[in-house]
């Protein structure tokens, strides 16, 4: 029952990220949590790197690494630093991060704070992406809140290909500190079919969803799975 919960979480986090550019660690990392803390942070990477491929294979032609090659350098440190809180918080401290952390994606995600994508706010994308990344998995609202005024395609392309690099990042670090081995591996086994029909289902039927009303309902369900994951901390 557990194993098919957390299937369906990322099918769905898969179609969303798919549509929007972001958004399957969002939805699935509080959730997976309260299934087995063993899904956060390294097999929702996992996840997200398939999809990222899968994604950037998709929206090649669009991809600008000019651009990218500024929030990879800030990613770097903000790896080290995610990695470096893990090592250092328990698992319960872990449920309050995570918590506060998909409230502040959400928050980042309704901001009508406008960011030219230059130099600087790249990289500073970069490192917070890294921070939250690899601490909790979710590392896609500093580069979306950056790049949300470019064109769809656009999005979707440079965030699957920040991604793709980042996300391995994230697993050298997890992996240096010890937070993903067999053990992480064999839980995420489950999550790959489901990580890609949810692409697919995406590709087939995005045309006939408004892609804000899907945006609104994920956010939506977000501050809802970030609330009670702040609240468990507590109780």
């Known amino acids: 029952m557990e194993i098919a919960i957390a299937v369906a979480v990322i099918f769905v986090g898969s179609y969303v990220q798919s549509s929007i550019g972001f958004g399957l660690a969002i939805i699935a990392a509080p959730i997976l949590f309260f299934i087995d803390p063993l899904y956060v942070p390294a097999p929702i990477t996992i996840s997200a790197f398939t999809l990222s491929l899968a ?9 600008s690494f000019e651009g990218l090659k500024f929030a990879i350098i800030g990613r770097i440190p903000g790896t080290v ?8 918080i328990s698992q319960e401290q872990l449920a309050l991060w995570l918590g506060i952390t998909v409230i502040v994606a959400v928050g980042l995600s309704l901001s009508n704070v406008v960011f030219k994508p230059t130099s600087a706010s790249l990289f500073s994308a970069g490192f917070l992406s890294g921070f939250m990344g690899t601490s909790s998995s979710i590392g896609g609202p500093p580069m979306a809140l ?9 999005i979707r392309a440079n965030m699957a290909a920040f991604f793709c690099v980042s996300c391995l990042m994230s697993l050298g670090m997890l992996a240096t500190i010890g937070r993903f081995g067999i053990e992480h ?51």
């Open 55 to 63: 994604n950037a294979a998709k929206h090649w032609h669009s991809i």
């Open 81 to 88: 630093a995610g990695g470096l809180l893990l090592f250092w």
């Open 146 to 154: 950056v790049l949300q005024h470019q064109e769809n395609d656009f």
């Open 185 to 235: 591996l064999l839980i995420s086994l489950p999550l790959m079919p489901a990580t890609l029909l949810g692409y697919w289902v995406a590709m087939k039927t995005l045309h006939k969803i408004s892609h804000q009303n899907l945006r609104r309902s994920s956010l939506f369900l977000c501050t809802i799975a970030g609330s009670v994951a702040i609240a468990s901390y507590w109780l």
